[in-house]
């Protein structure tokens, strides 16, 4: 059993790690905080005591497709997008549908969406969609003319606070719902 003080340290060094990295930390990256090899139960174990830590704090550790990280809770969103007064981009419903048949079907190549769409994609919403780093190319369809498959990326995940696609919400509940895009 890992004495409280030592828990506590554990906590801090995780802490610091977590609130200053750039980006989600794995854990394979965190271990390597540590010089004596820590199991991956026990690191688990320490991160959901932080996050419990941090049940009532501004921000919440979660963990999304790349690891863990630390966020602003939804009732802060509006405080911070103040101090960014770029807007982020809004997308075109084609960009939407786009994306979401990649989502639920992946892996997918342009034709495929296209014959799922009824309509010709715009290489300017892949390009859009690839610039934001939510979808590659994972492969190539062994078919003539061997078309690129396009998947989804962990950015993706990231972006939406996913762990992985079985977070997503069923395919019918999305089909169903009229989401306002623009």
Not at 33 to 39: I, K
Not at 93 to 111: D, K, S
Request: hydrophobic share 40%.
């Amino acid at each position: 059993m890992l004495a409280l003080d030592h828990i506590q340290n554990l906590k801090r060094i995780l802490e610091a790690a977590l609130l200053t990295a750039s980006q989600p930390l794995s854990l394979d990256d965190l271990q390597k905080l540590f010089v004596t090899r820590m199991e991956r139960a026990t690191l688990r174990m320490v991160l959901d005591e932080l996050k419990t830590d941090w049940a009532d704090q501004s921000l919440s550790l979660v963990q999304v497709a790349s690891g863990y990280r630390f966020q602003a809770k939804p009732e802060y969103s509006e405080y911070i997008a103040r101090l960014t007064p770029d807007r982020q981009p809004k997308y075109s419903r084609a960009v939407m549908e786009t994306l979401a048949i990649i989502a639920y079907r992946q892996p997918v190549t342009r034709g495929d969406i296209e014959q799922i769409r009824g309509v010709a994609v715009n290489p300017n919403v892949i390009r859009q969609l690839q610039e934001r780093d939510w979808i590659d190319v994972v492969g190539q369809r062994e078919v003539p003319g061997r078309p690129s498959l396009y998947a989804t990326t962990q950015h993706f995940l990231d972006d939406l606070n996913l762990r992985s696609l079985a977070e997503l919400p069923p395919f019918d509940d999305f089909a169903q719902a009229e989401i306002p895009l623009e």
